[in-house]
């Protein structure tokens, strides 16, 4: 008779990762409790701490207050709208004009600015904390100092593939194997009002 007993693959098992057109390989190992907190708060050092959509969408209203443009009034019912309906593409898509007008205005720049930081920190800790090996040519030979890889071995992989690695790294590490992260392109409408200048 048939050992029906269902194959159990443990939550720690590694994951060569291999990028198209690459001929360089990555381990990636998802982290433990005590090696997630340690990325979280070196995350947190090193990228701070992103605003939240409510502050987001708070810092837009203030910054179409601060610009005044003439059609303030729709603009700010668009953000009321996109906050109210997230998962609604199409005015999603609105919100996105909007925000070209006010991206550069410091009320707005500010929170921006620190959404950017902290995105762009993810991947690169993320990699520090689960990368176990690579091999490839052109690759350092591959050493783990305390628990993470050394910036200096770190900066010497090409910059694309460490974004690629590092957040598969950050899934494995926060959400699980199973975890894919989706994102949908949103198409500005044709009839989405823009902020237009007193006039």
């Known amino acids: ?17 291999t990028l198209p057109g690459s001929p360089r390989s990555y381990l990636i190992q998802p982290l433990t409790y005590r090696e997630r907190s340690a ?18 969408l708070e810092g837009m209203r203030e910054a179409l207050r601060q610009v005044e443009p003439a059609n303030l009034d729709a603009c700010l019912a668009i953000v009321d709208e996109a906050e109210a309906t997230p998962d609604d593409a199409g005015v999603q898509a609105r919100l996105a004009l ?6 550069d205005v410091p009320a707005y720049a500010a929170l921006t600015d620190a ?19 690579w091999r490839g040519p052109g690759l350092p030979a591959f050493a783990r100092v305390d628990g993470v890889v050394p910036d200096d071995l770190l900066e ?44």
Do not use: C, K
Request: glycine share 8%; aromatic share 4%; no cysteine.
């Open 39 to 56: 990325m979280r708060r070196e995350l947190r050092r090193v990228g701070g701490i992103p605003p939240e959509r409510p502050a987001l």
């Open 98 to 103: 909007v925000e070209q007008a006010v991206v």
């Open 1 to 17: 008779m048939a050992d029906e007993t269902p194959v159990v693959f443990s939550a720690r098992e590694t994951e060569w990762l």
């Open 156 to 199: 010497e992989l090409p910059a694309a593939e460490i974004g690629i690695v590092g957040w598969r790294a950050y899934v494995l590490a926060m959400l699980g194997r199973s975890a894919e992260g989706n994102s949908a392109a949103l198409s500005p409408s044709p009839e989405s009002p823009t902020p237009t200048p007193e006039g």
């Open 115 to 133: 959404q950017v930081r902290h995105n762009d920190a993810v991947p690169y800790v993320a990699a520090r904390h689960g990368l176990r090996d």
